[in-house]
């Protein structure tokens, strides 16, 4: 079936450390994968995503590469802030089921200053 | 940006009593919203997707006549958990898909089953 696998958190880093969140699914087809990132006491938003293999996805400094050899869609960030702190999910789309996402279990990162 | 609303943010319910969350799309239509469902520390679970003007579809595993979706409108959908249990007890979490495909999501309720 279709799964999304995370790392456990919660990552603690300091300020301007570098990030890796590691993100792998397992997917029939060609899925669409996403990360979406939930700030304390808001929904979910749409951080990044990528449609085919090769694709990078960004957004305020967060980068992710679809890599269809490793079924991996890593998140990575240079220089974190403390506003970043926040929980991350990794989701994928398969393309007959537009809309219908599967999450990761999330990860949280905390970062201090 | 898209703004999507849930209603409440959070409630507490004696057990066999049924409870109704709203979920709103503000400052646009919405044909499709989905209900997903969020245990602490866990994924969140899709459970049904709601079609404005037709029946909801369930995931397998979920019991439709427990979960009652409507779509009444383009920007209204709602979910009611009926005769709640304890085991009920979550984070409910709604999307609504825009024109251009992309997703929305509310901000959530916490179901809380005495």
């Known amino acids: 079936g279709n799964s999304v696998t995370q790392m456990e958190g919660p990552v603690t880093l300091s300020e301007e450390a570098f990030l890796t969140i590691n993100c792998t699914y397992t997917a029939t087809g060609y899925p669409s994968l996403f990360w979406y990132v939930q700030y304390p006491g808001e929904g979910l938003q749409l951080l990044l995503k990528?449609?085919?293999?090769?694709d990078k996805g960004s957004n305020k400094g967060f980068e992710a590469t679809y890599r269809k050899e490793t079924t991996s869609f890593h998140l990575e960030k240079g220089s974190v802030q403390v506003s970043d702190s926040a929980v991350y999910f990794c989701a994928l789309m398969r393309p007959s089921n537009t809309g219908k996402l599967i999450f990761g279990q999330g990860t949280t990162l905390q970062v201090k200053p | 940006g898209a703004v999507v609303s849930q209603h409440p943010s959070r409630v507490i319910c004696k057990s066999g009593t049924s409870v109704k969350i709203e979920c709103r799309s503000l400052d646009f239509q919405a044909t499709t919203m989905f209900w997903y469902r969020q245990f602490p520390k866990q994924s969140l679970m899709l459970m049904a997707t709601s079609n404005e003007g037709s029946k909801a579809t369930y995931e397998q595993g979920v019991e439709k006549d427990k979960f009652l979706i409507n779509h009444a409108s383009l920007t209204l959908s709602t979910l009611t958990v009926t005769s709640a249990h304890p085991e009920d007890s979550s984070f409910y979490i709604c999307?609504?898909?825009?024109?251009?495909?992309?997703?929305?999501f509310g901000p959530g309720t916490r179901l809380t089953v005495t």
């Open positions: 990528a449609t085919k293999a090769d």
């Open positions: 999307s609504a898909t825009g024109g251009r495909g992309e997703q929305y």
